[in-house]
């Protein structure tokens, strides 16, 4: 009887490597994958870390920055001569401006050389518009001071520009010219300040 040659299951059942089962790992740990960086790229990144440090240092230094001029010049200071007028000088400037007879002078005075203005039209180009205007230019020298404020008609005051030794009858020559009745008038502070004021001597509101 000749032997078999197959072996004895149970034998080869213990032969066979068991596999881990699914869903878990194995029972070392992965090893950890290497540095992306390369060795100059690590070099300029650990280069970073002081220079991130002193950056609170470099700006403070900026602190203590100056600014020369030449030719010994100084810096300006625009709070000493502001180039418009203070709103208290333009105040006293307007009070200083010469009344219309018969309305009120919160709202209606005459410029330097004259002519009607209305207290509202500020920096327009009509007739009735007034600017306040350097008398010695600023840009002469001219001080933003009450001394060297006055109302002048926007038109004149544009035409005059920074010229200093312009007449005052060139200046009512370049006047911009229009006829206002007192009824103009009362419409025109109707529509500012929804009411008509009138000197204290005028009799009161006269609308017809």
Same mark, same amino acid.
């Given at each position: 009887m000749k032997p078999s040659k197959q072996q004895p299951r149970g034998r080869a059942r213990s032969r066979r490597t068991p596999s881990p089962p699914r869903g878990r790992t194995g029972a070392f740990p992965p090893e950890p994958s290497p540095s992306i960086l390369t060795?100059?790229?690590?070099?300029?990144?650990?280069?970073? @870390?002081?220079?991130?440090?002193?950056?609170?240092?470099a700006g403070a230094s900026f602190e203590n920055l100056e600014?020369?001029?030449?030719?010994?010049?100084?810096?300006?200071?625009p709070g000493t001569n502001p180039r418009s007028f203070p709103y208290t000088v333009k105040q006293q400037c307007w009070e200083k401006?010469?009344?219309v007879r018969g309305r009120d002078p919160d709202r209606w005075r005459k410029d330097a050389v004259g002519n009607i203005v209305f207290r509202k039209l500020v920096g327009?180009? @009509?007739?009735?518009?007034?600017?306040?205007?350097?008398?010695?230019?600023?840009s002469k020298g001219g001080q933003s001071t009450l001394e060297n404020c006055q109302v002048l008609q926007a038109t004149v005051n544009r035409s005059k520009g920074n010229q200093t030794d312009i007449s005052r009858t060139e200046l009512i020559r370049r006047s911009s010219y229009c006829r206002v009745s007192d009824r103009d008038m009362d419409?025109?502070?109707?529509?500012?300040y929804g009411n008509v004021?009138?000197?204290?001597?005028?009799?009161?509101?006269?609308?017809?």
């Open positions: 060795p100059s790229s690590s070099a300029i990144y650990r280069d970073l @870390g002081p220079t991130a440090q002193e950056g609170s240092s600014i020369s001029f030449p030719s010994g010049a100084t810096a300006p200071s401006a010469e009344k327009c180009p @009509g007739c009735l518009c007034h600017d306040y205007d350097h008398i010695v230019p600023y419409m025109l502070e109707l529509a500012s004021h009138r000197a204290e001597d005028s009799g009161g509101c006269r609308i017809q």
